[in-house]
């Protein structure tokens, strides 16, 4: 009886050590130290912007091309006046397609 005991509780600490090793080597990872406990969600925002602070980094706007309709990040978008296009070749065909329709019929 007192083997089956042993045996019982040398699982449980078993158990316990492993699960405390696993937490401490996430931590790790995810740039907090062992004891401070880490946030929830502050590994993944760590990770996302490089991990520079423990803030989550806000998603940028998108805006859409009055070209061709695809969403592009505001960063990389190519704004002409009040209109955004997701590239500078869609920049110039939209600006000769407005032109053209603009000249009068000879």
């Given amino acids: ?8 509780l040398l699982f449980v600490v078993g158990q316990w050590f492993v699960k405390a090793l696993r937490r401490a080597q996430t931590q790790t990872r995810a740039g907090t130290q062992p004891g401070q406990g ?6 993944a925002a760590r990770s996302a912007n490089g991990g520079a602070s423990g803030k989550a980094a806000l998603p940028e706007p998108m805006v859409r091309c009055a070209e061709c ?27 000769a397609r407005t032109t053209a329709q603009d000249r009068p019929a000879r």
Wanted: glycine share 12%.
């Fill in 1 to 8: 009886m007192r083997q089956i005991l042993l045996l019982v």
């Fill in 38 to 43: 880490a946030q929830p969600g502050q590994g």
């Fill in 69 to 95: 309709g695809v969403h592009a990040p505001r960063s990389e978008s190519v704004n002409v006046g009040a209109r955004s296009f997701c590239s500078s070749g869609h920049a110039r065909a939209y600006d």
